[in-house]
C-alpha cells in the first residue's frame, strides 16, 4: 500500500476544513493533480476513531454518495479543480478542539491502495 507524500497531501487537502455540520463531521479535498478517481474506499479515521463505510459520505457536485457503495463497477470521478467533501455521520465525540489525526484509505485504478495521513485544527 502506497503512502501519499506529504507534498501532495498540502496539495489536495483543504486545510482548515475540518468542521461540524448538522450533528456531523466534514473536510475537504481538491483534484488537484488531473482527473482520476476512487473505485475503493476502505475507512477514515479520526484521533484513533475508524468510522464505518455505513456513516461515511463522499459529496461531490452537490451528489451525495454513501462509501460502502464506492467500488470498480461504480468509481467516483474527479476532474482536475473538483471538490469533495467527506461527511462522517458517527463519532462526532472523537473529533476535538485543537489538532486532530486524520487517516484515509482507499483504492486508486492507477495507484492502487493509497493510505492519506494529515492533521487539521477543529
Request: with cysteine.
Amino acid at each position: 500500500m502506497a503512502v501519499l507524500p506529504d507534498f501532495l497531501i498540502k496539495r489536495i487537502y483543504k486545510k482548515g476544513s475540518l468542521r461540524f455540520d448538522a450533528g456531523a463531521i466534514e473536510f475537504d479535498l481538491k483534484n488537484v493533480l488531473g482527473p482520476g478517481a476512487i473505485c475503493g474506499f476502505e475507512y477514515v479515521q479520526i484521533n484513533g476513531h475508524k468510522f464505518s463505510k455505513e456513516a461515511t459520505y463522499f459529496i461531490t457536485q452537490n451528489i451525495k454518495q454513501l462509501a460502502n457503495c464506492v467500488s470498480e463497477l461504480n468509481p467516483i470521478h474527479f476532474r482536475l479543480g473538483q471538490e469533495c467533501t467527506f461527511r462522517l455521520e458517527e463519532g462526532i465525540n472523537c473529533i476535538k478542539e485543537g489538532l486532530n489525526q486524520i487517516e484515509i484509505e482507499l483504492t486508486n485504478p492507477e495507484a492502487g491502495k493509497l493510505k492519506v495521513l494529515f492533521e487539521d485544527n477543529l
